[in-house]
């Protein structure tokens, strides 16, 4: 699903100066270099730890987050001091860790 963002102020005039100068053909291309650049800036192992120390992702999800197998994943939770959850606590839950488990074969 495409997210709208709004840029205004200085940093909507900095926008137009890079678009003025050719380096971007578009505010939408300019936007998404912006956003690869500051997500590059994150580590996806790093970020599915904290996620999962938080409690907000399964293991499942947070091999998906990292691009790690399941075993894996294991592993690197252990390895960081994350207590391992078995089982599921929702039907939701489960359907989210069989679909997270899927896009890892793929």
């Given at each position: 699903?495409?997210?709208?963002?709004?840029?205004?102020?200085a940093l909507e005039e900095r926008?137009?100066?890079?678009?003025?100068?050719?380096?971007?053909?578009?505010?939408?291309?300019?936007?998404?270099?912006?956003?690869?650049?500051?997500?590059?800036?994150?580590?996806?192992?790093?970020?599915?730890?904290?996620?999962?120390?938080?409690?907000k992702v399964s293991i499942a999800?947070?091999?998906?987050?990292?691009?790690?197998?399941?075993?894996?994943?294991?592993?690197?939770?252990?390895?960081?001091?994350?207590?391992?959850?078995?089982?599921?606590?929702?039907?939701?839950?489960?359907?989210?860790?069989?679909?997270?488990?899927?896009?890892?074969?793929?």
């Amino acid at each position: 699903m495409p997210t709208t963002v709004e840029v205004g102020g200085a940093l909507e005039e900095r926008l137009g100066r890079l678009l003025l100068a050719g380096y971007y053909r578009n505010k939408s291309e300019a936007v998404r270099d912006a956003i690869r650049h500051l997500l590059g800036e994150y580590d996806d192992k790093e970020l599915a730890v904290i996620l999962s120390k938080q409690g907000k992702v399964s293991i499942a999800k947070a091999a998906g987050i990292a691009g790690v197998s399941f075993s894996k994943m294991k592993d690197i939770l252990v390895e960081s001091g994350v207590q391992l959850k078995l089982g599921v606590r929702s039907v939701e839950e489960l359907k989210g860790d069989h679909a997270a488990l899927n896009e890892l074969v793929r």
